[in-house]
């Protein structure tokens, strides 16, 4: 639940290890609607019936006729709008004989192969286009330098890696699909790929029902439910409303169906026990290894996750991970079940690996804001008498330079560039957990032009002056992000013994604790401005950066395809929305250069310092009294209530809609 996703990145798992000369390489009648082929497994094509296919649009089906040139034309959607009847059918030109395609009132076998034909050539063009909305970007590491046994030490965790991303397949229902990969269209294979499954994720190919890597439109069947149960965020309400809805929805379970309907737990290390024990092994080399070249506390991480891998305890893990720092090994690595953004339910941990290089830049800033942690929770205690302060232990994040991110770590929209960890447990309960910041995503010329661009396509000449291309500013802000994720009620908060997942629902209660997380990036700024670590432009330049952070998650929409809610993207409607709506951020008319007017947003600076602190006042409270009337409210208002226009959603999807988003390829040179 504490992953900060950079302005809506694709991420692509390409990795190439490549060794030096001399090296040793590593395991180194009647009415029918249209609809398309089937799976893209060639022994399979053309099996399905055509109701189940995506129903094409009247423009797409006669486009797309025309292209296939096959002389029928849909001519009118009057009798049943969105489907094609026979009687709406004609053939173009001299006598057409329409007898091949409309037989005694209704559709023809010919015609069922013409539809199944264009549904492929549309669903074609769908995947095309979510390929184009990424833009490779590579992420390299040198690690040539490494000693043998490093560099065997590295190649155990990578095969690691490499299992995780499968695991998360197989939690995903995408696992499934694998075994036919080999005679899908290079494409459609490179989707699969990029978004860990057939199933489009980019704003654009999102909500298109012809948008799949598989020909037959596969729908996703998480394994985390009992797939004879239709899944759709209707069964997450049931789940919810049981007694034993605690257990059903730990996140280190799947949900089962026993034979009287009932519904039970079952751990995860008993679902996938295979898988989990092959990662163990990879981990306990590594762990030998580890321990061979010196590198002590990694060595207990890795050994640890490997026990509870096969025993799903993940307690001991979490102590031996938040015991490394950037003072007692080189590396980091996180491996194992987290975040449940990717869940039906928003309640079950997916499985991922994120492996990086310590980057010890991180040990000034660390210096000088660990001894501001204590006061950043007092503060939230000052503000309402609903929550009261804490001890704190949580550590300032390192900064971390990214080898290799999969399963849960990697997605088709979005790169992890902060994240605070654990989300439940005895770490969390103490107030100490580890928070990390990645600094070597999207530092390369391009991405960095890139991002200055759509920051000048939303905001006005007096506050683009405050655009900073430092990376220091961006590393500040989603420092403070990550920080207050481990402040006030956190993801473990309970209230009566319940999680803030069964009070709020799951999507609710997501939305909740980015919120809280992401309104302290403005809310924090005067306290390090008093402490000396800013002065009064870099705390514009922090305010400008959140901002435009935002706006990058609004271009994305506001909901997920399965209804589910976009937590970034509807934390920023909220954040946008009170600025606007108190008059700390306005939409001002600009005159362009070439004498064109161009609505942009303006921030009046010294508004915003009240207004987050109310903000910061209403998360804190509902959180910490599981007020869930007041919660829907304050999200909704700017999400589907009255106040959404203040937002200008539709401006930020159009503007920045143009522009490609990063696609992750990795490189690891050993």
């Known amino acids: 639940m504490k992953a900060l996703p950079v302005l809506a990145a694709a991420v692509l798992l390409i990795f190439v290890v490549s060794c030096e000369k001399g090296g040793e390489s590593g395991s180194c009648g009647s009415e029918q609607a249209p609809v398309a082929a089937v799976d893209s497994n060639p022994s399979d094509r053309g099996g399905d019936p055509v109701e189940k296919l995506p129903p094409l649009s009247r423009d797409d089906f006669n486009r797309l006729a025309a292209a296939a040139d096959s002389s029928v034309y849909w001519v009118s959607d009057q009798v049943d709008p969105g489907v094609l009847n026979p009687d709406e059918l004609v053939v173009t030109g001299v006598s ?14 010919d015609f069922d192969r013409l539809i199944r034909d264009l549904s492929e050539r549309r669903r074609q063009e769908a995947v095309a286009r979510e390929l184009a909305q990424g833009r490779p970007t590579l992420v390299m590491s040198d690690l040539s ?16 890696a490499a299992m995780t991303d499968r695991l998360h397949r197989l939690q995903r229902g995408a696992a499934t699909y694998e075994k036919d990969l080999a005679s899908w269209r290079s494409d459609d294979r ?66 089962r169906k026993a034979e009287d309907g009932s519904f039970a737990a079952v751990p995860i290390n008993k679902v996938y026990d295979g898988p989990m024990n092959e990662v163990a092994a990879e981990l306990d080399k590594a762990a030998e290894l580890a321990k061979k070249v010196g590198e002590d506390a990694f060595a207990t ?179 403070l992000h990550e920080a207050t994720h481990n402040l006030g009620p956190y993801s473990d908060f309970r209230i009566d013994g319940k999680r803030a997942g069964q009070i709020f629902g799951g999507g609710l209660a997501t939305v909740l604790e980015e919120l809280k997380a992401q309104t302290g990036s403005w809310f924090y700024v005067p ?77 009046k600076f010294d508004l915003v310092p009240a207004v987050v602190k109310t903000l910061m006042r209403d998360v804190v409270s509902v959180k ?41 390829i990795y490189q690891v040179k050993m």
């Open 96 to 109: 057409g004989d329409l007898g091949k395609w409309v037989r005694d009132g209704a559709f023809t076998a």
């Open 190 to 255: 490179a989707l699969f790929m990029r978004n860990n499954g057939p199933w489009c994720e980019a704003p654009g190919t999102a909500d298109d029902p012809f948008c799949n890597a598989g020909s037959g439109f596969p729908g996703q069947v998480y394994t985390t439910y009992p797939a004879d149960e239709k899944h759709e965020l209707e069964l997450c309400t049931r789940l919810q409303a049981l007694p034993n809805a605690t257990e059903l929805m730990d996140p280190f379970t799947v949900v």
């Open 301 to 479: 991480y890795l050994a640890a996750a490997a026990g509870s891998f096969r025993s799903n305890d993940w307690n001991p893990a979490d102590e031996a991970w938040v015991a490394m720092n950037a003072t007692n090994s080189k590396f980091y690595l996180r491996i194992g079940p987290d975040e449940v953004y990717w869940d039906l339910c928003q309640q079950k941990a997916g499985f991922h690996t994120s492996f990086a290089l310590i980057d010890k830049g991180s040990l000034e800033l660390q210096d000088k804001l660990n001894p501001l942690r204590s006061r950043m929770e007092e503060s939230l205690g000052e503000l309402t008498a609903d929550y009261k302060p804490r001890q704190v232990s949580f550590q300032m994040p390192d900064f971390i330079q990214i080898i290799m991110n999969a399963g849960d770590a990697r997605k088709g929209i979005g790169a992890t560039i902060g994240q605070s960890l654990p989300n439940w447990g005895s770490v969390v309960e103490r107030g100490g957990s580890r928070t990390v910041v990645m600094t070597n995503l999207y530092q390369d010329p391009d991405s960095r032009e890139l991002a200055k661009k759509k920051a000048a396509e939303l905001l006005a000449p007096d506050t683009m002056a405050f655009y900073a291309e430092e990376q220091r500013i961006a590393l500040i802000d989603i420092i």
């Open 527 to 603: 306290l390090l401005q008093e402490a000396g670590v800013i002065d009064e432009t870099q705390a514009r330049q922090l305010y400008t950066h959140a901002l435009v952070w935002s706006f990058g998650h609004l271009s994305q929409g506001l909901f997920a395809p399965d209804g589910n809610p976009k937590p970034y993207s509807q934390l920023s409607a909220v954040i946008v929305g009170r600025l606007m709506d108190a008059g700390a951020l306005e939409w001002v008319d600009v005159a362009g250069a070439d004498g064109s007017r161009k609505g942009l947003f303006n921030m």
């Open 624 to 664: 910490a009294t599981g007020n869930v009337e007041a919660a829907r409210a304050m999200v909704d208002d700017f999400v589907t209530g009255s106040k959404k226009a203040l937002v200008h959603l539709d401006e930020i999807k159009a503007r920045l809609a143009p522009y490609p988003r990063g696609s992750m």
């Open 145 to 160: 330098g490494l000693s043998p046994d490093e560099k065997q030490l590295v190649t155990h965790v990578l095969n690691a």
